[in-house]
């Protein structure tokens, strides 16, 4: 297995002078490349990797606070069967993943780590010559500085548009973390421009599906209702378009040491004006509030009860 590890400013306004002075360890940090750690400039991906050429990969983003990384063991499971069901790889081993990623954070030494690791379909160049898939895939684990957002986005809550594309649940890639994330990312910058934080996207059948880097939920009389992700579907309906998120899975778990009622359906646009609290969760934010849709409030235009309960029980679980 080809593991490579590299620190990429990505978003970052740091570069050269600058990243060395407030983040020298970064600078100088090593990546784990084959099985050793050297220095991360030698660390090199194929121009011809799959993921380069065409875009096939999956990756994954994770938490860690200190040394420790936030249900490591869920994530890994949810890549290895994504490549399972795709046909990217049948023979990931999570036990070394999960090791290598722990390395990575642990060179890092960050108080707080986004951590992403990027699976492709390895050198094109081995499938062109053994005409048949490449034996090692490239996997890619990425550490640096966790997203820091403004206090009043949890404080306030934030508004969010709805993208203009649909999810189609013909599409069998969809519900998974590929790297074809560019209609995503339109759609967030196409939000941007109306200083909405998130786009909101809908099915062709127009059910509410996810965010554009979140899964969704609604509160509606104390109750929690969220869409069908993969996996969860029942026998004889359609694929459900959405990811099965880490962060979703923690949310089930605390509202129901909170008691509080979670319903896994179809909802329409109806159901998403008329809730009472709206919030998204991902592994970089927890769980974020929203107080308008577009031009229209939801609820009191603040930051609910239920929300506030799960983004206190997210944020105990992730401060070391």
Do not use: C
């Not at 593991?3 to 407030?22: C, K």
């Not at 194929?46 to 983003?61: C, K, M, P, R, W």
């Not at 005409?131 to 820091?148: D, R, Y």
């Not at 962060?247 to 319903?263: K, Y």
Request: net charge negative; hydrophobic share 45%.
């Amino acid at each position: 297995m080809r593991i490579l590890v590299v620190r990429i400013g990505e978003w970052s306004p740091w570069r050269g002078e600058a990243l060395r002075a407030v983040a020298p360890n970064l600078v100088s940090m090593k990546v784990w490349l084959d099985g050793q750690f050297v220095e991360r400039d030698a660390a090199k991906v194929s121009v011809f990797d799959a993921g380069f050429q065409h875009g096939i990969g999956l990756f994954e983003t994770m938490l860690a606070v200190g040394p420790n990384v936030f249900r490591i063991d869920a994530h890994l499971a949810r890549l290895a069967e994504s490549a399972r069901q795709l046909r990217l790889s049948d023979s990931l081993r999570t036990g070394p993943l999960a090791e290598a990623v722990e390395h990575v954070v642990g060179q890092a030494a960050l108080p707080r780590s986004r951590v992403r690791l990027t699976l492709t379909g390895g050198d094109l160049n081995l499938l062109q010559s053994q005409h048949q898939s490449p034996a090692h895939p490239t996997i890619l684990i990425v550490a640096q500085p966790a997203t820091e957002y403004p206090d009043a986005f949890f404080e306030r809550g934030v508004r969010v548009t709805i993208a203009d594309a649909r999810l189609n649940p013909l599409d069998p890639e969809a519900g998974h973390k590929t790297l074809n994330y560019w209609p995503r990312l339109r759609a967030l910058q196409q939000a941007a421009t109306t200083s909405a934080a998130e786009a909101l996207w809908f099915s062709v059948s127009n059910h509410l599906m996810s965010g554009s880097v979140s899964n969704i939920f609604l509160v509606k009389d104390g109750t929690l209702l969220t869409p069908i992700a993969r996996g969860e579907e029942t026998d004889g309906s359609l694929h459900a378009p959405v990811l099965p998120g880490i962060t979703r899975h923690f949310v089930f778990e605390s509202a129901a040491a909170l008691n509080i009622g979670v319903g896994k359906q179809m909802l329409d646009i109806d159901a998403l004006l008329d809730a009472d609290e709206v919030f998204l969760t991902n592994s970089s934010w927890g769980v974020l509030p929203v107080i308008g849709v577009e031009a229209k409030a939801v609820g009191d235009a603040q930051p609910g009860t239920v929300t506030k309960q799960l983004r206190e029980a997210w944020v105990a679980a992730t401060t070391g």
